[in-house]
């Protein structure tokens, strides 16, 4: 428990008759698959205000070089995606959700090609990819832009809505919250200051927290703050300690963490160590393509065998012009440090990616706070469990950000509009503490959050991290700011808690979580770790897995 973080509930102040107000049906909160997703939908039956902090264009979702999982080929269906996506959930998943959503997978390709989406094709067909975890061919890609392409049709769709109106950089810092339901947000935009959006449905859809650690695959915007503005709002995250790491991510020095897409591995690159051995058939029967979490700790170990910082992916074999072909934005990439995979192994090693854990939700998006819908990377809908099958990710945004767009299109049929602001204010007497550099603290935190919390964890390390956290949040917590970058960090220092303390309390292992001091998964763990923020703390309970 937490009670630095715990006893805050506003980050910043706020009184409603110095600031402006705007009005809508739903608010849709970030802007990338899911929440672009959420508008459509809403905007069918209301007015939607989407709010980004950065521009729409800058999203994970557009960072996404993988594909949308479907079975559309023969010899594959529905019920296998979901068999293969069970399996990889470790005890974790929602056998209902999960068999729902595979099933309007092929639906959903087929309406993103009627939006237009340009996908890859081989002669008249789909083309179908393999990556790791999957027993079918059933990725389909836009060459080694997917998400840059799904977003480019939405983004067109959702600018050329009459219904819906777009803040671009324009930072949400808490959710409003009266009599025990979600109403708005309060906001802050660099023209306009501090704002209050009231509408009768918020959509989260924010992203994960892959910038809580050092080397990251996210765009530099992704420090979690829909999951702590949840949770300073009283909804449940869950299964936080489950982060997954991407295990083939570019490593140079000096260069941005750029991942190297699970499409590399499968159409056939290697994984070789510093002496040029393939190592992964020692680790896993399934090689290369075996899930993410079990290829990431392979390279962990390889690594630590060897001492060395990075493996390699050796494309060598490939016939000449393949990869350039199939990759080309990842052959520009290699190229710019003079990289070139017909001759030189790539290094790569683990880096932070996706956050399988997030706010838990239903199967129409909605949270236990009435008002509040997420979806996408913050939510928590059980398709992942313990962990991610490649390319099920812009899937389920895509899925449950158009449910929670239709739930929210129902409320604003059936609920009343707010047509004035409610009584909410909130105002923190100036703190007595001595002020903490923000950027030291954000820098510091990375750095520990990726010794301790990464691929391996064990009890001592985790346990001195909570200290360090807490330390931080006693000095960082207790002050009211008004830097964006000072509101990110104390996000990053809440969702770093309950990410760690999530894995302090599950003592064992079990998909992307692992405890080098519990190294095997324990019957008694097939539950989900929850925390809430309740009397003060940030409280720590334990649920079963809803089937």
Request: charged share 25%.
């Amino acid at each position: 428990m937490s009670t630095a973080i715990g006893r805050r509930r506003y980050l910043t102040n706020f009184e409603p008759h110095r600031v402006p107000h705007l009005f809508t049906d739903t608010l849709v909160i970030g802007s990338g698959g899911a929440g672009l997703q959420a508008a459509l939908a809403a905007a069918e039956h209301g007015d939607v205000l989407v709010v980004t902090k950065d521009a729409m264009e800058h999203s994970a979702t557009a960072w996404a070089q993988g594909g949308i999982a479907a079975a559309l080929f023969p010899g594959d269906s529905p019920e296998q995606h979901a068999e293969d996506t069970l399996r990889v959930a470790y005890g974790l998943g929602h056998r209902k959700l999960i068999a729902d959503v595979m099933a309007v997978a092929p639906k959903l390709i087929r309406s993103l090609e009627d939006l237009g989406a340009k996908f890859d094709y081989r002669g008249a067909d789909l083309a179908a990819g393999r990556e790791g975890g999957h027993t079918q061919s059933r990725i389909i890609h836009s060459q080694d832009e997917t998400g840059k392409e799904v977003m480019r049709v939405l983004i067109d769709r959702v600018r050329a809505h009459p219904r819906i109106r777009v803040f671009e950089e324009c930072f949400a810092i808490d959710l409003l919250t009266h009599e025990g339901r979600n109403v708005g947000a309060v906001t802050h935009h660099d023209k306009y200051g501090h704002q209050m959006f009231w509408a009768t449905t918020t959509v989260l859809a924010t992203g994960g927290c892959g910038c809580i650690y050092r080397e990251s695959t996210n765009p530099r915007v992704v420090t979690g703050d829909g999951l702590a503005m949840a949770l300073r709002a009283g909804a449940v995250l869950r299964d936080m300690e489950m982060i997954q790491f991407h295990p083939t991510v570019l490593y140079v020095a000096g260069a941005a963490r750029t991942l190297l897409s699970e499409a590399v591995r499968g159409d056939g690159a290697y994984l070789v160590n510093r002496k040029g051995e393939r190592f992964m058939p020692r680790y896993d029967e399934r090689g290369e393509l075996a899930p993410r979490d079990v290829v990431s700790r392979a390279i962990t170990a390889e690594m630590r065998r060897e001492n060395t910082s990075c493996v390699y992916l050796d494309m060598r074999h490939f016939k000449p012009g393949r990869f350039a072909e199939r990759f080309p934005n990842l052959d520009r990439l290699c190229q710019d440090f003079d990289l070139h995979a017909e001759r030189d192994l790539i290094p790569v090693r683990p880096s932070a990616h996706y956050t399988v854990g997030g706010i838990v939700v239903d199967e129409n998006a909605e949270t236990p706070l009435p008002g509040l819908l997420a979806c996408g990377e913050v939510a928590s809908t059980g398709l992942h469990g313990a962990n991610r099958l490649a390319s099920n990710s812009l899937l389920e945004s895509l899925v449950l950000g158009w449910r929670a767009g239709g739930r929210a299109a129902e409320r604003a049929r059936n609920g009343n509009r707010f047509d004035r602001p409610l009584p909410i204010s909130h105002l923190l007497p100036p703190s007595p503490r001595t002020a903490l550099d923000i950027v030291d603290v954000a820098n510091s935190l990375r750095s520990v959050m990726s010794r301790n919390v990464a691929v391996e964890r064990v009890s001592d390390r985790l346990q001195e991290t909570l200290e360090i956290i807490d330390f931080w949040a006693r000095y960082v917590m207790d002050k009211v700011f008004v830097d964006p970058s000072a509101w990110e960090t104390q996000n990053m220092l809440t969702v770093a808690h309950c990410v760690t303390q999530g894995a302090f309390t599950r003592c064992e292992s079990r998909g992307v979580h692992f405890r080098t001091d519990f190294p095997d998964a324990a019957d008694q763990w097939q539950r989900h770790v929850d925390l809430v923020r309740a009397e003060g703390n940030v409280q720590v309970s334990t649920s079963a897995v809803a089937n």
